[in-house]
């Protein structure tokens, strides 16, 4: 059974992005066949969803992101000390972002097989602990 773990922009595909992409997501989200995905978020990952509806005073699309961080079957990993020195390895190997070996971690932590996201950047620190899939828009066309 895949163990999934979102990082932030693959929520908020979900929740706010591009019909397309949200389409995308979803359907990954839906296997052919065997068991549906366990699928795994931290904190950090609603932290991060949260800030731009706050920011715009966007009640809705607030609620519509507090909804999905509440539903059944998606587990919430909970930051430890072990986290965050796993994400302070990765950044200082890899130089990633702080946020984004936090998350990094967080899969690795719990177990996930697989790491969505929409950066390239993390390939290098992902590399033989798990696999990463990549979601993103479409490269514009050019004229």
């Known amino acids: 059974m895949a163990r999934i773990y979102l990082d932030s922009c693959v929520v908020i595909y979900l929740i706010q992005g ?5 389409r995308m997501v979803l359907a990954a989200l839906q296997p052919s066949q065997g068991e549906p995905p366990v699928v795994f978020v931290s904190d950090l990952t609603r932290l991060e969803c949260r800030v731009w ?7 809705g ?9 509440t539903s059944d079957g998606l587990q919430t990993i909970p930051f430890e000390p072990r986290i965050f020195d796993q994400a302070t390895e990765l950044r200082a190997t890899h130089r990633t972002k702080t946020p984004d070996a936090l998350h990094l971690s967080a899969a690795l932590f719990a177990g ?3 790491f969505w996201t929409n950066d390239p950047r993390l390939r290098a620190a992902a590399e033989g602990k ?9 490269e514009p066309l050019q004229a």
């Open 18 to 22: 591009p019909v397309s992409l949200s």
């Open 53 to 59: 509806p706050l920011r715009q005073r966007d009640p």
């Open 61 to 69: 699309l607030l609620h519509e992101f507090d909804e999905f961080f």
């Open 112 to 114: 996930c097989t697989e």
């Open 130 to 138: 798990i696999e990463l899939r990549m979601f993103s828009l479409p």
